[in-house]
């Protein structure tokens, strides 16, 4: 596969273990993430940069990294797939990850065949991005752990609606960018 890996996380446990089993899914690259500017550098070679966030006992910890990717100006990294791999599967943890952007969680059994298939559904799909001012990431509306209410989610102010598609011989695809404004 045409893509690369970052593995971000500890360099033993939880980080060693995700690091082999990304070594088995045939990105043409795996190392451990080093930084924006890395991660920059890879993507002029790579067009998609994953990047596969290891359990850590608190996902807030990670919130630094997720805003430096989901921020970042170059396209390439700021649309690249950001995966967390969740050791314990709770509605806090997956909340905290939708909330920083990333594309999917993974729970156990982390299978090479179900890793793959979690992968692929990141490239070659039309997918919906929102960015207002404190979020970039993946439309999560549809999910459990959205707002109940439609008023906590329209809150008022300007926001951008994205759809890209990712591709492994193009990169990142931007099919429309729509601004729009809500009452405040």
Request: net charge neutral.
């Amino acid at each position: 596969m045409k893509a690369s890996a970052y593995i971000v996380g500890p360099s033993d446990g939880s980080g060693a273990a995700l690091i082999n089993l990304a070594r088995c899914l045939d990105f043409a690259s795996v190392t451990p993430y080093g930084g924006i500017a890395e991660a920059e550098a890879q993507s002029a070679i790579t067009p998609v940069c994953f990047f596969l966030f290891a359990a850590v006992e608190d996902v807030g910890r990670l919130q630094p990294i997720a805003d430096a990717i989901r921020f970042c100006p170059n396209r390439r990294v700021r649309f690249s797939p950001l995966v967390y791999f969740a050791d314990n599967p709770s509605i806090e943890t997956i909340t905290r990850c939708i909330a920083m952007g990333f594309d999917d969680v993974i729970t156990m059994p982390f299978t090479t065949a179900r890793i793959t298939d979690r992968i692929n559904r990141q490239i070659g799909q039309s997918l919906i991005y929102y960015e207002t001012a404190g979020y970039f990431g993946p439309d999560r509306r549809d999910r459990v752990t959205a707002p109940s209410r439609a008023a906590e989610s329209r809150l008022g102010g300007q926001f951008r609606r994205l759809e890209i598609v990712r591709s492994l011989s193009t990169g990142i695809n931007v099919l429309r960018d729509d601004l729009h404004m809500l009452p405040g």
